[in-house]
């Protein structure tokens, strides 16, 4: 099985897909480090990555995914996949749970305003949560629990009971 972790950034998707991903035996992956240069250096600056810009980016992921299922893995993968459109290509199949981190603009703005070294500009939140749109079927969590409860909430709504 994989677990997709997504949301806006700043909803906790690193912090609970590793420790999810411990809790679970699995290994954890973070969709960033998928991201071509070019991508992470225009999110530096502020700007807004386009569809033409994330389509190579979701169909290397998906091609790991495919790997992923082929080799009998479990994984959980922090992807932020805010478009209906970007999620098919990371629900390849029935094995592949998708977990919505939902949180309010103010709280995810407190967050990335408390954050360092990372790449991701805060003054992108905007268009973020501008782009989000909300999943259907997903397993939905408040990001406003701490983390422990986030991942025990997780770990409650799975399909099977993941050792």
């Known amino acids: 099985m994989i677990i997709v972790l997504m949301g806006v ?3 906790g998707k690193t912090t609970i897909g590793r420790l999810l991903a411990e809790e679970l035996g699995w290994t954890f992956y973070d969709a ?3 991201h071509p240069p070019a991508n ?6 502020g700007e807004p990555l386009t569809d033409d810009d994330r389509f190579p980016w979701l169909l290397k992921l998906s091609e790991f995914l495919r790997a992923l299922l082929e080799a009998g893995s479990n994984a959980v993968i922090a992807c932020s996949a805010l478009k209906r459109v970007y999620r098919e290509h990371l629900l390849i199949d029935e094995q ?4 919505y981190l939902k949180g309010d603009y103010q709280t995810i703005q407190d967050r ?4 360092r070294d990372h790449f991701m500009n805060p003054s992108l939140l905007k268009s973020q949560f501008a782009a ?4 259907e079927g997903a397993i939905t ?8 409860e986030i991942v025990r909430t ?10």
């Open 141 to 148: 969590v408040d990001v406003a629990a701490s983390p422990a």
């Open 32 to 34: 960033d480090e998928f």
């Open 40 to 45: 992470v250096e225009k999110m530096r600056r």
């Open 154 to 163: 997780i770990r409650e709504n799975l399909p099977i009971v993941a050792e």
């Open 112 to 115: 990335l305003n408390q954050r």
């Open 9 to 11: 950034s700043g909803a």
């Open 96 to 99: 592949v749970l998708l977990v």
């Open 132 to 135: 989000l749109e909300e999943p």
